[in-house]
């Protein structure tokens, strides 16, 4: 299976951007990429996915590099609330692996007032 | 249908002790997953149900761990003879799921899951 790597953590003061960067150098041309997020004490939550193109959604930007081995999450104006750790995921949806998530370590990132 | 909800939020138990852990998912979803989670690392995958048909296992589901969804519905992740290394928060989660192009989004949707201690 192939494998994402991420920083253990990143700081971003409040209101700034804050670029997660994920490596995914193994993965396959059916391999989504997934991002969940997860606050302490609660289960993880779906963030955003992609395949090849750059998506937005109302709660970040995903930019996915032109060769797909590498993506960044990004979140525009970092808040207290988005202090969580957020994992990126690779999922083929046409392989019965698929079916779960496999998680790594995350990034855990600290938001500074 | 508030999401996926799980019981006990937190359950103590001493080493040697079964215990069962429930799981409500969201009420249209046809999978079911259970995961493991330790402290500071990310989630492990245990097992996974379509409707009530338990589809994959994960080596760490040791001969102790028994999971059942009966009718589809709910869940129950029982432990027997609890051991220290046991202690963990155990995630439920669920998804409408699908295969192939149907599938490609496939979110998964969590519990807050229930926190075991094994004294």
């Known amino acids: 299976d192939a494998k994402t790597t991420q920083p253990n953590s990143m700081e971003s003061n409040e209101e700034e951007p804050v670029h997660l960067p994920c490596n995914h150098s193994?993965?396959?041309?059916?391999?989504?990429i997934h991002w969940y997020l997860q606050l302490p004490s609660q289960g993880p939550e779906y963030v955003i996915h992609?395949?090849?193109s750059n998506v937005n959604n109302r709660m970040a930007s995903l930019a996915i590099a032109e060769d797909r081995k590498s993506s960044t999450l990004i979140l525009h104006r970092a808040t207290l609330r988005d202090a969580a750790v957020y994992y990126c995921?690779?999922?083929?949806?046409?392989?019965?692996?698929?079916?779960?998530?496999?998680f790594g370590g995350g990034t855990r990132v600290l938001v500074k007032p | 249908d508030t999401g996926v909800s799980q019981n006990p939020r937190h359950k103590i138990t001493k080493r040697g002790q079964n215990v069962t852990f429930r799981c409500d998912p969201i009420s249209e979803h046809n999978r079911l997953y259970w995961y493991r989670q330790t402290l500071g690392q990310g989630p492990e995958f245990l097992t996974y149900f379509q409707n009530e048909a338990q589809l994959e296992k994960s080596r760490l589901l040791s001969d102790r761990f028994s999971a059942e969804r009966p009718k589809g519905s709910f869940s129950t992740l029982e432990i027997q003879r609890t051991e220290q290394g046991d202690s963990a928060m155990y995630l439920c989660a669920s998804s409408s799921g699908t295969t192939g192009l149907g599938g490609t989004k496939n979110i998964q949707y969590f519990g807050a899951g229930t926190r075991l201690s094994v004294l």
């Open positions: 995921i690779l999922r083929d949806p046409f392989k019965a692996a698929g079916n779960k998530l496999t």
């Open positions: 992609g395949l090849t």
């Open positions: 193994t993965i396959s041309g059916t391999d989504y």
